[in-house]
């Protein structure tokens, strides 16, 4: 046999509050240091104000497991030794996916795949791509008779992820200072290893945990058709038939809990009232004009804008429906020039670049938005979906501008803004 082969709760008040307060509660160095060039964020570290709009990766959980994506039983006789090519049956198809989006959209997904892939030792797929979806066809050598899986298969890389934000922390001796910490946001990811191909016999010795071993588990060994006289050509398994009705179903069950998700989000909930907190903020591109103004048409977006007579209120924003958990405030964005909240388009959710938006107010994580700040006597904060798990900025400082989400959000500080009360 041929040897196997690889291929690839606070109010708000205290929000206003701290951007007033006298500059004595100014954030003193942080005990720990900036991450250096190229080197993994970790919590804990200090960042800076141009940070309060980015996020990083930090993964909390992994599990990898042999997966065979591709099977067939085969029989080899005395007289069919030899090169021969054989179309294998599709087992499980696999694909490359990073949170809600059901795909890898943004340098959030990739930066997330290749730290699990280096936490690990493994090169794993960082980005979107699926495993053979049709039957394939292996040729292989067989040297000597005897009952054979011919399989492709590769290790199935699965866990969760949580978020590093930039945000205010208060240290012990009462001062403030601006550090890496985990946010609210987290999701799940699915990868794979390297394809590998192969073949198996049932009394093969091979490696515990292996692709190689999976594949061997996929053989009826013990069975009439392994252990008897057989023709040359396929066997069928039973094992290997079960274990793919189990993939199919778990496939289905994903895929109609995706569409549900997906559901949801598109109709939200209609909200009986909104808890807004009195203050009205503009939330301004830091030292210059341009703010945010909600769009006088339904089908426009959010955008740069600098307040003027012509503004009516569509500049104008209150913070509701207020929690805060550890220092990061939730709230929904209601503008008071056209009485909507600010919303990523559900029909647009899982694209990077995505623009933002206003709709009627409803129960959707699709308004609702996570607020990190800078420390007190500043009034700079960063913004970051619920859903999406994006964070806001813009592309360039121009009047007419689209705010946009950003998966991992604007490396040159364009995702950073300040709340102003007006």
């Known amino acids: 046999m041929r040897r196997t082969r690889n291929r690839l709760g606070r109010g708000l008040g205290a929000l206003i509050a701290t951007a007033t307060a006298a500059v004595g509660l100014a954030a003193t160095p942080a005990a720990a240091t900036p991450a250096a060039s190229g080197q993994t964020i970790q919590p804990g570290q200090t960042c800076t104000a141009a940070d309060l709009g980015t996020r990083h990766p930090v993964i909390k959980s992994t599990e990898v497991a042999p997966t065979i994506t591709h099977f067939k039983g085969w029989y080899v006789t005395q007289g069919s030794t030899g090169t021969q090519t054989i179309s294998t049956n599709v087992q499980e198809t696999i694909s490359v996916s990073v949170g809600v989006n059901g795909s890898v959209q943004g340098s959030f997904a990739v930066e997330a795949l290749g730290t699990v892939g280096a936490s690990l030792g493994l090169n794993v797929q960082v980005n979107y791509t699926t495993t053979g979806s049709t039957?394939?066809?292996?040729?292989?050598?067989?040297?000597?008779?005897?009952?054979?899986?011919?399989?492709?298969?590769?290790?199935?890389?699965?866990?969760?992820?949580?978020?590093?934000?930039?945000?205010?922390?208060?240290?012990?001796?009462?001062?403030?200072?601006?550090?890496?910490?985990?946010?609210?946001?987290?999701?799940?990811?699915?990868?794979?290893?390297?394809?590998?191909?192969?073949?198996?016999?049932?009394?093969d010795k091979v490696p515990a945990n292996s692709i190689m071993r999976k594949a061997q588990g996929l053989l009826d060994c013990g069975s009439p058709a392994a252990t008897a006289k057989h023709p040359a050509g396929p066997v069928p398994s039973a094992k290997a038939d079960q274990a793919k009705h189990d993939a199919d179903n778990a496939a289905a069950a994903a895929k109609a809990a995706q569409s549900v998700k997906a559901t949801q989000a598109a109709k939200p909930a209609p909200r009986a009232a909104l808890n807004c907190q009195p203050a009205v903020y503009k939330i301004d591109v830091p030292g210059k004009p341009l703010n945010w103004s909600a769009p006088a048409l339904a089908n426009d977006g959010i955008r740069l804008r600098e307040s003027n007579w012509t503004s009516a209120h569509l500049d104008n924003w209150r913070l509701c429906n207020v929690t805060e958990n550890n220092g990061v405030i939730e709230a929904?964005?209601?503008?008071?020039?056209?009485?909507?909240?600010?919303?990523?388009?559900?029909?647009?959710?899982?694209?990077?670049?995505?623009?933002?938006?206003?709709?009627?107010?409803?129960?959707?994580?699709?308004?609702?938005?996570?607020?990190?700040?800078?420390?007190?006597?500043?009034?700079?904060?960063?913004?970051?979906?619920?859903?999406?798990?994006?964070?806001?900025?813009?592309?360039?400082?121009?009047?007419?501008?689209?705010?946009?989400?950003?998966?991992?959000?604007?490396?040159?500080?364009?995702?950073?803004?300040?709340?102003?009360?007006v």
């Not at 899986?149 to 590769?154: A, D, F, N, V």
């Not at 999406?388 to 500080?413: C, V």
Request: charged share 20%; hydrophobic share 25%; net charge negative.
């Open 135 to 203: 039957n394939k066809s292996i040729t292989w050598d067989f040297y000597q008779p005897g009952y054979y899986g011919l399989y492709e298969g590769t290790k199935k890389v699965t866990g969760t992820y949580g978020s590093l934000n930039c945000n205010r922390t208060q240290q012990g001796d009462g001062s403030w200072a601006l550090k890496w910490t985990e946010g609210p946001d987290t999701g799940s990811y699915t990868t794979f290893t390297t394809l590998e191909e192969g073949a198996v016999r049932c009394e």
């Open 332 to 421: 929904s964005l209601w503008n008071w020039g056209n009485g909507g909240c600010a919303t990523i388009p559900a029909d647009i959710a899982n694209r990077e670049q995505a623009y933002l938006t206003t709709a009627t107010c409803g129960e959707d994580d699709l308004q609702r938005f996570y607020i990190y700040r800078d420390v007190p006597g500043s009034s700079k904060i960063g913004l970051q979906n619920k859903y999406t798990g994006s964070m806001m900025g813009h592309d360039r400082y121009a009047d007419g501008e689209l705010i946009r989400q950003y998966s991992s959000g604007r490396p040159d500080g364009t995702g950073t803004y300040t709340l102003t009360a």
